[in-house]
Nanobody, 125 residues
Framework: QVQLVESGGGLVQLGGSLNLFCVAS????????IGWFCQAPGQEREFVAA????????AYADSVKGRFTISRDNPKNTVYLQMNSLKPEDTAVYYC??????????????????WGQGTQVTVSS
């Protein structure tokens, strides 16, 4: 089993920044891809960013390219999502997820096996 815990969310103004953290415990996460997803009220959970096992390959949703950066520190079992130039439409609960079966990043929600409980991000205008 893998447990994922997100933190770093909060309330920020338009144009502000937040850095989200996803800390894994339990079985090692070093060899596995990690993704970030978000879900706004009444909306489907959607892909935000993903990173491969070593951090050398990343993928982003078009809506966050150039504003968000995903990175990981394997010795610390931590994945980060640096969020800059935040907009009200970024408001959502953000979840990290681990894909146990592959080491390369995927944008497909159903490929991910373990999920955290989420952290709320609210951007005010």
């Amino acid at each position: 089993q893998v447990q994922l815990v997100e933190s770093g969310g909060g309330l920020v103004q338009l144009g502000g920044s937040l850095n989200l953290f996803c800390v894994a415990s339990g079985r090692t996460f070093t060899n596995h891809a990690i993704g970030w997803f978000c879900q706004a009220p009444g909306q489907e959970r959607e892909f935000v960013a993903a990173i491969n096992w070593g951090g050398g390959s990343t993928a982003y949703a078009d809506s966050v390219k150039g504003r968000f950066t995903i990175s990981r520190d394997n010795p610390k079992n931590t994945v980060y999502l640096q969020m800059n130039s935040l907009k009200p439409e970024d408001t959502a609960v953000y979840y990290c997820a681990l894909d146990w079966s592959r080491s390369e990043a995927t944008v497909l929600r159903y490929e991910y096996d373990y999920w955290g409980q989420g952290t709320q991000v609210t951007v005010s205008s």
